[in-house]
């Protein structure tokens, strides 16, 4: 047996998820513990505060800074809306009027006598946090939001694109080597988690998003349609921010990749069931994946097992490296003796039966463990 491993992604039927639901910065949490939320349950609120802007008054007005104080028609804490008379000056007798209005809806939040300036903040922006999934409250964070606890399915992916979204899980393939295409996107599905095969072309990914489907689910893209869709290159950082309309997750890996059985016979139990899915990911430090969840209405218990599980022969795993890159197998043997490989470093090693009959030895930390 090998040392213990953090599993990778996981797919299973039936599990309990802890979704930690947190604002940007502290507020007011709307919920307790115990509360039963759904997905479009406010669970906290926050305001972000808006950006200042400097208003040149004694420049506007043509006077010294230190005259601006006595034109002032405002104050400090005043809320002002655009157009609102900040200053006012006359010279010549009164004849002539200077005067300087505000370009911003705000609040009054600074004066400075030195300069002559004026600080306006734009009104503050609301943020609201949502639960996400069903499920009930299980903690609350004070002041910065809550852990949701739902019993459902729970599908992981190995890369996914745009946000959190909600739809109806829809099949729209006869099986997992199916490519998605241009014909296969209707209308009908808008709003709806798509769930393809092997692939689905950059044509039918840009219909779907013209269809505002909600997400995408299929085992493989070519780097090219990902990159056309979102308009630009993927950076090393987290996904997720993507100003997309639909959301996409790849649950095997880049290129043409048949969706592992498991995974797409789940998906299809599924259907017509009520789904969250999210595309962020991080492959770094802090691994976040993305995610479909589907809660379940059943009230049986669950047992929350552990997140490590040992990599021992026998065990289902995913080779997260080149050449093998996103290749499905099982561990076939676990070598004792570390082993010099190409790159010069000595390593241990495992060796695995790929899916597509071939066998391959690559590093154990190349290999992330599927949770079952």
């Given at each position: 047996?090998?040392?213990?491993?953090?599993?990778?992604?996981?797919?299973t039927?039936?599990?309990?998820?802890?979704?930690?639901?947190?604002?940007?910065?502290?507020?007011?949490?709307?919920?307790?513990?115990?509360?039963?939320?759904?997905?479009?349950?406010?669970?906290?609120?926050?305001?972000?505060?808006?950006?200042?802007?400097?208003?040149?008054?004694?420049?506007?007005?043509?006077?010294?800074?230190?005259?601006?104080?006595?034109?002032?028609?405002?104050?400090?804490?005043?809320?002002?809306?655009?157009?609102?008379?900040?200053?006012?000056?006359?010279?010549?007798?009164?004849?002539?009027?200077?005067?300087?209005?505000?370009?911003?809806a705000?609040?009054?939040?600074?004066?400075?006598?030195?300069?002559?300036?004026?600080?306006?903040?734009?009104?503050?922006?609301?943020?609201?946090?949502?639960?996400?999934?069903?499920?009930?409250?299980f903690?609350?964070?004070?002041?910065?939001g809550?852990?949701?606890?739902?019993?459902?399915?729970?599908?992981?992916?190995?890369?996914?694109?745009?946000?959190e979204?909600?739809?109806?899980?829809?099949?729209?393939?006869?099986?997992?080597?199916?490519?998605v295409?241009?014909?296969?996107?209707?209308?009908?599905?808008?709003?709806?988690?798509?769930?393809?095969?092997?692939?689905?072309?950059?044509?039918?990914?840009?219909?779907?998003?013209?269809?505002?489907?909600?997400g995408?689910?299929?085992?493989?893209?070519?780097?090219?349609?990902?990159?056309?869709?979102?308009?630009?290159?993927?950076?090393?950082?987290?996904?997720?921010?993507?100003?997309?309309?639909?959301?996409?997750?790849?649950?095997?890996?880049?290129?043409?990749?048949?969706?592992?059985?498991?995974?797409?016979?789940?998906l299809?139990?599924?259907?017509?069931?009520?789904?969250?899915?999210?595309?962020?990911?991080?492959?770094?430090?802090?691994?976040?994946?993305?995610e479909?969840?589907?809660?379940?209405?059943?009230?049986?218990?669950?047992?929350?097992?552990?997140?490590?599980?040992?990599?021992?022969?026998?065990a289902?795993?995913?080779?997260?490296?080149?050449?093998?890159?996103?290749?499905?197998?099982?561990?076939?043997?676990?070598?004792?003796?570390?082993?010099?490989?190409?790159?010069?470093?000595?390593?241990?090693?495992?060796?695995?039966?790929?899916?597509?009959?071939?066998?391959?030895?690559?590093?154990?930390?190349?290999?992330?463990i599927?949770?079952?």
């Amino acid at each position: 047996m090998g040392t213990a491993y953090t599993p990778g992604l996981k797919v299973t039927p039936r599990t309990t998820i802890r979704k930690t639901r947190r604002l940007p910065l502290k507020g007011q949490v709307l919920v307790k513990v115990g509360d039963t939320v759904h997905p479009d349950t406010v669970v906290a609120r926050t305001d972000l505060p808006g950006i200042m802007q400097t208003i040149r008054v004694a420049e506007k007005l043509s006077i010294e800074p230190n005259e601006v104080e006595r034109y002032l028609k405002i104050k400090i804490g005043d809320k002002v809306e655009r157009g609102t008379m900040v200053a006012e000056s006359r010279s010549f007798f009164g004849l002539m009027k200077n005067e300087c209005k505000s370009p911003i809806a705000g609040t009054v939040e600074l004066f400075s006598p030195v300069s002559g300036h004026v600080g306006i903040r734009f009104k503050p922006t609301p943020v609201e946090v949502t639960a996400y999934t069903h499920g009930k409250v299980f903690e609350v964070i004070p002041e910065e939001g809550v852990v949701v606890e739902t019993i459902g399915a729970l599908i992981q992916g190995i890369f996914g694109v745009g946000g959190e979204r909600l739809g109806e899980v829809k099949v729209i393939v006869s099986g997992p080597d199916e490519v998605v295409d241009e014909d296969k996107i209707t209308e009908a599905l808008t709003g709806k988690v798509v769930i393809g095969g092997s692939n689905i072309t950059g044509a039918a990914l840009r219909k779907a998003a013209g269809f505002n489907v909600a997400g995408v689910v299929v085992g493989g893209i070519i780097d090219k349609d990902l990159i056309e869709y979102l308009g630009h290159d993927i950076g090393v950082a987290i996904t997720g921010q993507e100003k997309i309309p639909t959301t996409l997750i790849v649950t095997e890996g880049f290129g043409i990749m048949r969706m592992a059985h498991r995974t797409f016979s789940l998906l299809k139990s599924l259907e017509g069931k009520i789904a969250s899915i999210n595309g962020a990911t991080q492959i770094r430090a802090g691994v976040i994946r993305p995610e479909i969840i589907v809660p379940t209405t059943d009230d049986a218990k669950v047992v929350i097992g552990t997140d490590d599980q040992s990599l021992e022969i026998g065990a289902r795993i995913r080779i997260i490296r080149e050449p093998y890159f996103g290749m499905l197998g099982t561990v076939s043997s676990l070598p004792a003796e570390p082993v010099v490989i190409e790159s010069g470093a000595k390593v241990r090693i495992l060796e695995a039966d790929l899916e597509d009959g071939k066998k391959a030895s690559v590093p154990r930390a190349n290999v992330e463990i599927i949770q079952e």
